[in-house]
């Protein structure tokens, strides 16, 4: 399978990287309730940090994303595991079959080919922003300068008479 394809079912939830168990289910080639039920007989080898169940209003709006007909039809008051990088591993000891063994070791390729392209534009984007706040500084004075100038424009001018009056007397 494509690590593109696998990075495509990467999605972020609470801050952090995320694969649902359907899609896990999917690429292990197991229904999502055999999946679910190998990991409720082993809920000691996923902590909160590992796994979590989506809440109904983050369900809600993963599902107006997703536009899978089967989860689309999922009810919404069950809602899917969320499994991060470290649960993705711990599924490798739950999930035994030879073709679990290899996805999982794509998927967590999948991750850290995702970590490795954050990191390298991480610098980039920092790099970005030091120029963007360099030049709003010289912008933010040439603003200052025009609003000046056009406040100048709208005050109406008292012009003094220059040069030499004739007294009349």
């Given amino acids: 399978m494509q ?54 209003t983050e369900w809600l709006e993963m599902r107006s994303q997703i536009v899978t007909a089967s989860q689309l039809k999922r009810n919404t008051q069950i809602t899917p595991f969320a499994f991060t990088e470290h649960g993705v591993t711990m599924l490798a000891s739950v999930l035994r079959s030879k073709k679990a063994i290899q996805m999982n070791i794509a998927i967590v390729e999948a991750f850290i080919a995702l970590k490795e392209y954050a990191l390298t534009h991480k610098d980039l984007t920092e790099q970005l922003k030091a120029l963007e706040a360099k030049y709003d500084k010289k912008f933010e004075d040439v603003y200052e300068a025009i609003g000046y100038l056009l406040k100048k424009e709208e005050q109406p001018i008292e012009r003094k008479t220059i040069g030499f009056k004739k007294n009349q007397s």
Avoid: W
């Avoid at 079912?9 to 952090?16: A, N, P, Q, T, Y």
């Avoid at 055999?34 to 989506?54: E, G, H, I, T, Y």
């Fill in 3 to 56: 690590l593109q394809h696998i990075q495509q079912k990467i999605c972020e939830i609470r801050g952090m990287k995320v694969m649902l168990d359907f899609d896990l289910a999917e690429l292990y080639d197991v229904n999502t309730k055999a999946l679910n039920q190998a990991v409720k007989r082993n809920s000691d080898r996923f902590p909160l940090r590992f796994m979590f169940r989506l809440s109904v």
